[in-house]
């Protein structure tokens, strides 16, 4: 499962705060979903920043 989250850019501190749900969501096989547009992963960005 680390090696998992480390692929999707992860970090094992990271890891080890998420919850089972949070790790089902971030691991679950989605058909149905798009990929999030570069736009709108820049303005998510800008509203929560990573300090």
């Known amino acids: 499962m680390l090696r998992t989250a480390l692929t999707l ?3 094992p501190e990271a890891f080890w705060r998420l919850s089972v ?3 089902r969501m971030l691991t679950a096989a989605d058909a149905g979903a798009a990929p999030i547009r570069r736009g709108d992963l820049e ?3 800008e509203a929560w920043p990573d300090d």
Do not use: D, Y
Request: hydrophobic residues 55%; without cysteine.
């Open 9 to 11: 850019g992860i970090a």
């Open 21 to 23: 749900r949070e790790w």
């Open 43 to 45: 303005r998510m960005m």
